[in-house]
């Protein structure tokens, strides 16, 4: 189990946020604090990338991206840079089109293909999702395709993709949730991404509480943004938010499973 790097804490010792009460913390921050997105999706990319790395043996590994157009694909972007940045062979498979990311997603697009223009990105599409050799040669998968604002069944391509990644044997790491996983009753999709590992940010979400979403949650694990605990408590007043979270946290329950390869 990768999860004796990081201190750890049960999955139902903290409250758990819905998607809306997520959205109203992230959106508080932005606009009361000094800590402007793309600092804030920069610590998220780094976080990811600080588990993922538990996730494969490789030196240099060979890591396959599966981004979305909204900012969980920027934090996958980013996390693509640090991995670059350490040597690994990174490929991106784009889940939208360019001109449907995010500003700041294309911005940091532009930035790593200007970095690193030896990394091959490439657009999904409904008639090439059963060509992809890259996914069977890399060592790890980062699921950046849908964040907390995603609900209801997947559609084409996302369904078929998804059912190519959890055919493969890589380890495959999700941010916010995995891809399919319905993050206010975790209850899963037809298909979800059966990730090994998820980091997601700042609380655990309140569908993770559901036993059937252990099971594609696989090992859990809570990054801390650095989202202030004041504006926390502001959206869940009922509860009282812990002011001494470290900066990755693994939440075990008692059911946990790990799809480790």
Same mark, same amino acid.
């Given at each position: 189990?990768?999860? &004796?790097? =990081? +201190?750890a804490e049960a999955l139902d010792a903290l409250p758990p946020v819905t998607a809306a009460q997520m959205r109203t913390i992230h959106r508080k921050m932005l606009k009361v604090s000094r800590i402007p997105l793309h600092q804030m999706l920069e610590r998220a990319g780094? $976080? @990811?990338?600080r588990v993922s790395a538990c996730y494969t043996s490789a030196i240099f590994p060979r890591?396959?991206?599966? $981004?979305? #157009?909204? =900012?969980?694909?920027t934090t996958a972007l980013l996390t693509a840079k640090c991995f670059a940045n350490t040597g690994a062979r990174v490929w991106l498979l784009m889940t939208a089109p360019r001109h449907k990311l995010k500003k700041v997603s294309r911005e940091q697009l532009s930035i790593l293909t200007e970095w690193y223009p030896e990394i091959p990105v490439h657009q999904v599409i409904r008639d090439t999702t059963n060509r992809l050799p890259e996914m069977t040669e890399c060592d790890i998968i980062i699921d950046g395709m849908l964040g907390v604002g995603a609900h209801g069944t997947l559609r084409e391509p996302l369904s078929t993709l998804v059912n190519l990644v959890n055919d493969v044997a890589v380890p495959t790491v999700s941010i916010e949730l995995p891809t399919g996983l319905q993050p206010d009753n975790g209850e899963p999709s037809s298909p979800t991404i059966l990730a090994s590992a998820t980091v997601t940010f700042t609380l655990p979400k309140k569908g993770f509480l559901n036993p059937r979403a252990h099971s594609y949650?696989?090992? $859990?694990? $809570?990054?801390?943004?650095? @989202?202030? +605990? #004041? &504006?926390?408590d502001q959206v869940i007043a009922e509860e009282s938010y812990p002011r001494n979270l470290?900066?990755?946290?693994y939440l075990h329950t008692k059911n946990s499973f790990s799809r480790n390869t």
């Open positions: 189990m990768q999860s &004796i790097s =990081f +201190p780094y $976080l @990811v990338y890591v396959m991206i599966l $981004l979305g #157009k909204g =900012f969980t694909g949650l696989g090992e $859990l694990y $809570l990054a801390n943004i650095g @989202v202030c +605990p #004041k &504006i926390i470290p900066e990755i946290m």
